[in-house]
């Protein structure tokens, strides 16, 4: 069975910097994307950055040129380094894997104080 492992949540000052990871452990062959997703309380669930197998990266718009992903495959671990956070940027980050099929994380609360 596949586990999530999410790392790096916590709360910071506008303009601070986190980084998140996860790693993929279990029965995993071979992992198509990973990525991340947020959502704030009482907000649908949005895409925040993802990255495939062959390096293809895609970002929300409010978070290009902020937040970069990045993927180690032989550790089948996906990061997400996140500069000059705004308060916007608050909320519960869940980690996705695809492969057979969609994982998620458990998520990992971000909190950015103004």
């Known amino acids: 069975q596949v586990q999530l492992v999410e790392s790096g949540g916590g709360l910071v000052q506008a303009g601070g910097s986190l980084r998140l990871s996860c790693a993929a452990s279990?029965?995993?062959?071979?992992?198509?994307?990973m990525g991340w997703y947020r959502q704030a309380p009482g907000k649908q669930r949005e895409l925040v950055a993802d990255?495939?197998?062959?390096?293809?990266?895609d970002y929300a718009d409010s978070v290009k040129g902020r937040f970069t992903i990045s993927r180690d495959n032989a550790k089948n671990t996906v990061s997400l380094q996140m500069n000059s956070l705004k308060p916007e940027d608050t909320a519960v980050y869940y980690c996705?894997?695809?492969?057979?099929?969609?994982?998620w994380g458990q998520g990992t609360q971000v909190t950015v104080s103004s």
């Open positions: 996705k894997v695809v492969f057979n099929q969609i994982y």
């Open positions: 990255i495939t197998s062959g390096g293809n990266t």
């Open positions: 279990g029965s995993i062959f071979s992992i198509v994307a």
